[in-house]
């Protein structure tokens, strides 16, 4: 068969595809910090170049109103279906640095992963299908369907103006479906496919007392301490079985079917485990919902900051001016980002601690829950490829993170989004160390191959 054909090639290639992620991996592509903006340019470039370099794609980088867009397209197969293939090239800062055991931009192998700030999310997963591409290209000159490339380099940052970019370009992004080489399966051990993501917004918050710093043995006992004032009010945020407390905060909540709750309780998990991989005593959370229904189908409000006062060595005896806290709620539908976080903003306004005031600020981009049909066809296909590469059928799971991508192809272009990343969620993307699987770097490839293949053949 053909497709043998192919993925000879790429077995055959693997070293090369391998010496390629290394190379990508070591550009300092952070996309938050100003200082590394030449590096944003310059992972862009190579993208672009690599993408030209695959075969006879139109490659071009298009400017947003921040780091550019990296799109290319192959529209040789006619009656075919056409793929949007999504990714990113930019990646999060590698802090705190003294925590990673080698240079997070200095890829390294230990155990069969590689080791870099970005090779899991998003870098890996993004050049299998360039790869896959070219692949076709040497063995066969073709692809069995067509296919454009959208790479963005502000994914991190919250893809500010890819909402822009894909409305602008609606007509230059027209396809079938989506597949997204972002998004992670959700463990390791066996293949998956996420249909569901959910949704975010976000709100930062001062508290300010008096008009400085005060002297705690001169004023203590006086006036209010923000501090304090702070851990009341975000204790308010939560009743003391785990419910979000916030007047209106579940008003729009979807409830699962006697089904979904059903299929999500066949899945295979092991809360012992789980504690023990994340290093937590116990669960807690929402009353009424398994684990993963409060991960994959609830909505959630965090605190992922707090801060405020001295926290130098030693100790400086002061009530501060001010404390601050950063808040972020996964939404799930049919919740819209800007009320819930409306509502938010009304309950703290409302509890207010004596002597303080409130400034809170709503993040600029929220993100709505997105899901998938799960008989969609392309889907059936996904499932199908990864079948054939891992010998078995793969699982069928949800995600408790966002990606807001998938809101946005809806939204505008009316696309489903399928997600078809080889990351797995225990990589420590975000966080020191992060790893990808070696093995899973051949495994995409095959089963990128396998997929474009199926696709063709749906119309043949």
Known sequence: MATDAVLDHLRAGHERVFARLVEFAAIPSISTDPAHAADIARAARWVAHEITAAGPFTVRELPTGGHPVVYAEWLGAPGQPTVLVYGHYDVQPPDPIDKWVSPPFTPTVR?????????SDDKAPMLVPIAVAAAFFAVEGRLPVNVKLLFEGEEEIGSAHLEHFIRTHAS?????????????????????LTVASRGLCGLELTLTAAGKDLHSGRHGGGVANPLHALAALIASLHNADGRVAVEGFYDDVQELTADERAAIAALPYDEAAYLAQIGAPALVGEPGYTTLERQWTRPTLEVNGLWGGYQGPGQKTVIPAEAHAKITCRLVPVQDPSRVAASVQRHLEAHVPPGTRLAVTIADHGARAAHIRTDHPALAAASAALQATYGVPPLIVRMGGTVPIAELFQTHLGLETVFFSFSTADEDFHAPNEFFRIHRLHEGLEAWTRYWRMLGESRT
């Open 172 to 192: 230059m992004l027209a396809a079938d479906v989506v597949v997204s080489a972002d998004g992670a399966m959700w463990r390791p051990s066996e293949p998956s």
């Open 111 to 119: 155990d069969g992963r590689l080791y870099a700030r970005g090779v």
